[in-house]
């Protein structure tokens, strides 16, 4: 199967901009499935950073553009009745990443586009597991790393992370859980 898709968003205070993914799905049995996708996106600045109000400074930051983003996914999928679990890499550009800079007197800070470029990779994955008809588990586990293309790594970059889930179906319409 071949997906894609165009968005257009059109702003006021920003440039008009076109957004595209295509993802290509092959499940060459009932069990195992294939995705590959690439796809385009931005971010706009929040109302905190687009309209930082410095007041008493006679100082007036210019406002951020939005962040850029390009995908690329690969990603495998078990599908086997009460197991399920996937596997995905990907790779991700940011440019024009937001973050705050000093004022030029140094008193406080505004929000500015960087001119470098990162790159964040990783892979995720996910297990579902199905004990009983009402007990059901979820493991996950991922790795992301990032670089610059000017060196060092990207801010506020976690490496691992994980996580458990145990979820029971109390009732038809309740669940109790234990997350971790």
Known sequence: NLT??????????????????????????????????????????????????????GFTPPAPDPERFESLELGYYLNAGRYRASLTAYSNRLAKFIYEWPT??????YFVNGADRYRLYGIDALMDVWLTDRLATRVTAGYVDSNSEMGGSHPYTAQWTGSLVT??????????????
Request: charged share 25%.
């Open 4 to 57: 894609w898709g165009l968005r257009y968003d059109e702003f006021e205070q920003f440039d008009d901009h076109m957004n595209y993914r295509v993802a290509l799905n092959y499940a060459h049995s009932p069990l195992h499935s294939w995705k590959l996708m690439y796809g385009t996106a931005i971010r706009t600045p929040t109302l905190r950073e687009y309209q930082k109000v410095m007041e008493g400074t």
């Open 167 to 180: 979820t029971y179906q109390v009732t038809p319409r309740h669940e109790v859980g234990l997350a971790l």
């Open 104 to 109: 030029p007197d140094g008193l406080d800070e």
